[in-house]
C-alpha cells in the first residue's frame, strides 16, 4: 500500500459516511439541487472558494496554496439514473425509481476525500479546481458549465477525469490517449397512428407492430453501413406504447442511444435511422416524429497529459497497478466537452467482479474509494508542485 492511501484510510470513515448519504439520496440529471448543497456545505467548512449555481447545480472548488502559478481542474459527476435499484442494501436509494447505479456517489466521494486531505495538507503549490459536475447521464451538464463560463471564470491549465469500470480488476488503473469513448445522440422516436379495439385492426393503424418493425429495421443500420472496421451501436433502450391488451394505442415511442466514434460514421448514422424511421413509419401508414437530444462527443483524451498521468500512477501504486494502453468502450461522457475546451485524460479504475453500470443490482465497491481518492491527491502534488 503506497503512502497516500495508507494516509487516505484515516479519511475512510468520512468517506463511508459521504458515500452513504449521496447513495441513499439521489437526484436526477440536472436537478441535483441537494446534492450540490451538501457537497458545497463540506468544501466551505474545509476553507476552499466555492462557487455553487455554476450551469445550473455545478460546484466548483477553488484551493491556492504556495507561490506556484499552475492550475488543474478534477471533475466528478454527481448525477444519477431514472432506474429502480434492486440492490437490498443498509444506504439503498430512499427514492423510489431513481438510483447511483453508475457509481457516480463513488466519483463524488473520492473527490471529497482528496478535498479534504489537499485541504488538511496543503502538500501543493498552486491552484487546484475541484469541479462537480451535474447532468453527465443526458450530456447537459458540461456544456452547461463550460457556456456558464467554467473555464473563463475558473482557469485551469489542464482537466481531468476518472470513471469506476465494472470487469477490470479492482483498484487497477486504465489509461489510454486519443479516442476512448464514443459519441452519443439519444433521440425518441414517435409513431402515432390510430388507436382502436384489440379484436378489430382492420379500424386501427397499430404503432406497435409499426414500432416492432422499426426497432428490427434499426439492427440493421450499423451491420449493413458501417465499416466492421469501426464502432457503432444503436440501441433501443425503451418501447412505450398501451396499457392493456385488448387495446391497440394510438401512439408508441422508442427511446434510442446511438454511439459511433467517428464524425463520419455519425452522419452516416444519423442519416439512415432518419430515413429507415420515415420508411417504416410511411409503410405501417403511421406519422412520425423525432425528438433530438443534446449530442455527445468523441472522448479524446491528449496524449501528453495521458502520459503524464500515467507516469504519476506508476510511480504512486506501482507498475502493478496501471495499465497502459487500457481499453476504450463505446460507452460516452460529456466529459468529452471539456477535452475539447482543455487539454487533459480520463482514466478508469476497476470495480471488479460487479455488474454493469446502469444494472439494477450494480454495487460501487467501497474498497476502492480511498484509493480513487489517492490518485487525485497524487496527481495534484505532482502537477502542482
Same mark, same amino acid.
Given at each position: 500500500?503506497?503512502?497516500?492511501?495508507?494516509?487516505?484510510?484515516?479519511?475512510?470513515?468520512?468517506?463511508?459516511?459521504?458515500?452513504?448519504?449521496?447513495?441513499?439520496?439521489?437526484?436526477?440529471?440536472?436537478?441535483?439541487?441537494?446534492?450540490?448543497?451538501?457537497?458545497?456545505?463540506?468544501?466551505?467548512?474545509?476553507?476552499?472558494?466555492?462557487?455553487?449555481?455554476?450551469?445550473?447545480?455545478?460546484?466548483?472548488?477553488?484551493?491556492?496554496?504556495?507561490?506556484?502559478? @499552475? $492550475?488543474?481542474?478534477?471533475? =466528478?459527476? *454527481? /448525477?444519477?439514473?431514472? #432506474?429502480?435499484?434492486?440492490?437490498?442494501?443498509?444506504?439503498? %436509494?430512499?427514492?423510489?425509481?431513481?438510483?447511483?447505479?453508475?457509481?457516480?456517489?463513488?466519483?463524488?466521494?473520492?473527490?471529497?476525500?482528496?478535498?479534504?486531505?489537499?485541504?488538511?495538507?496543503?502538500?501543493?503549490?498552486?491552484?487546484?479546481?475541484?469541479?462537480?459536475?451535474?447532468?453527465?447521464?443526458?450530456?447537459?451538464?458540461?456544456?452547461?458549465?463550460?457556456?456558464?463560463?467554467?473555464?473563463?471564470?475558473?482557469?485551469?491549465?489542464?482537466?481531468?477525469?476518472?470513471?469506476?469500470?465494472?470487469?477490470?480488476?479492482?483498484?487497477?488503473?486504465?489509461? @489510454? $490517449?486519443?479516442?476512448?469513448? =464514443?459519441? *452519443? /445522440?439519444?433521440?425518441? #422516436?414517435?409513431?402515432?397512428?390510430?388507436?382502436?379495439?384489440? %379484436?378489430?385492426?382492420?379500424?386501427?393503424?397499430?404503432?406497435?407492430?409499426?414500432?416492432?418493425?422499426?426497432?428490427?429495421?434499426?439492427?440493421?443500420?450499423?451491420?449493413?453501413?458501417?465499416?466492421?472496421?469501426?464502432?457503432?451501436?444503436?440501441?433501443?433502450?425503451?418501447?412505450?406504447?398501451?396499457?392493456?391488451?385488448?387495446?391497440?394505442?394510438?401512439?408508441?415511442?422508442?427511446?434510442?442511444?446511438?454511439?459511433?466514434?467517428?464524425?463520419?460514421?455519425?452522419?452516416?448514422?444519423?442519416?439512415?435511422?432518419?430515413?429507415?424511421?420515415?420508411?417504416?413509419?410511411?409503410?405501417?401508414?403511421?406519422?412520425?416524429?423525432?425528438?433530438?437530444?443534446?449530442?455527445?462527443?468523441?472522448?479524446?483524451?491528449?496524449?501528453?497529459?495521458?502520459?503524464?498521468?500515467?507516469?504519476?500512477?506508476?510511480?504512486?501504486?506501482?507498475?502493478?497497478?496501471?495499465?497502459?494502453?487500457?481499453?476504450?468502450?463505446?460507452?460516452?461522457?460529456?466529459?468529452?466537452?471539456?477535452?475539447?475546451?482543455?487539454?487533459?485524460?480520463?482514466?478508469?479504475?476497476?470495480?471488479?467482479?460487479?455488474?454493469?453500470?446502469?444494472?439494477?443490482?450494480?454495487?460501487?465497491?467501497?474498497?476502492?474509494?480511498?484509493?480513487?481518492?489517492?490518485?487525485?491527491?497524487?496527481?495534484?502534488?505532482?502537477?502542482?508542485?
Amino acid at each position: 500500500m503506497n503512502a497516500i492511501v495508507r494516509n487516505m484510510e484515516a479519511y475512510r470513515e468520512d468517506m463511508t459516511r459521504w458515500f452513504t448519504h449521496l447513495h441513499s439520496h439521489p437526484e436526477l440529471s440536472m436537478q441535483e439541487r441537494d446534492t450540490s448543497h451538501f457537497i458545497a456545505e463540506l468544501l466551505r467548512s474545509w476553507g476552499y472558494d466555492v462557487a455553487e449555481g455554476v450551469g445550473r447545480h455545478g460546484v466548483v472548488a477553488s484551493m491556492t496554496v504556495g507561490s506556484g502559478g @499552475a $492550475a488543474i481542474g478534477l471533475r =466528478a459527476d *454527481v /448525477d444519477a439514473l431514472p #432506474i429502480q435499484e434492486a440492490n437490498d442494501l443498509p444506504y439503498k %436509494s430512499r427514492t423510489p425509481g431513481v438510483s447511483h447505479l453508475c457509481g457516480h456517489d463513488g466519483h463524488t466521494t473520492m473527490l471529497l476525500g482528496a478535498a479534504k486531505y489537499l485541504a488538511d495538507r496543503r502538500t501543493f503549490s498552486g491552484t487546484v479546481r475541484l469541479i462537480f459536475q451535474p447532468g453527465e447521464e443526458t450530456m447537459e451538464g458540461a456544456p452547461a458549465m463550460i457556456a456558464d463560463g467554467l473555464f473563463d471564470r475558473f482557469p485551469v491549465d489542464a482537466v481531468f477525469g476518472l470513471h469506476n469500470m465494472p470487469g477490470l480488476e479492482k483498484g487497477r488503473f486504465h489509461f @489510454a $490517449a486519443g479516442e476512448v469513448m =464514443a459519441a *452519443v /445522440d439519444n433521440w425518441d #422516436i414517435e409513431l402515432t397512428g390510430k388507436g382502436g379495439h384489440g %379484436s378489430m385492426p382492420e379500424h386501427s393503424i397499430d404503432p406497435v407492430v409499426a414500432g416492432a418493425s422499426l426497432v428490427m429495421a434499426l439492427q440493421t443500420i450499423v451491420s449493413r453501413n458501417v465499416s466492421p472496421q469501426n464502432r457503432a451501436v444503436v440501441t433501443v433502450g425503451a418501447f412505450l406504447a398501451g396499457n392493456a391488451g385488448n387495446v391497440i394505442p394510438q401512439s408508441a415511442c422508442l427511446r434510442l442511444s446511438i454511439r459511433t466514434t467517428t464524425p463520419e460514421d455519425r452522419d452516416l448514422v444519423l442519416a439512415r435511422v432518419r430515413a429507415t424511421a420515415r420508411a417504416q413509419a410511411e409503410s405501417f401508414g403511421c406519422a412520425l416524429t423525432i425528438r433530438e437530444g443534446q449530442p455527445g462527443a468523441v472522448l479524446v483524451n491528449d496524449a501528453g497529459e495521458t502520459q503524464r498521468a500515467c507516469d504519476i500512477a506508476r510511480a504512486a501504486f506501482g507498475d502493478a497497478n496501471v495499465v497502459f494502453p487500457g481499453p476504450t468502450f463505446l460507452g460516452s461522457e460529456d466529459f468529452a466537452f471539456m477535452l475539447q475546451a482543455r487539454k487533459g485524460t480520463y482514466c478508469f479504475i476497476g470495480n471488479g467482479n460487479t455488474k454493469m453500470v446502469h444494472h439494477p443490482e450494480y454495487v460501487f465497491d467501497q474498497d476502492i474509494l480511498p484509493i480513487g481518492a489517492a490518485y487525485w491527491v497524487a496527481l495534484t502534488e505532482a502537477m502542482l508542485k
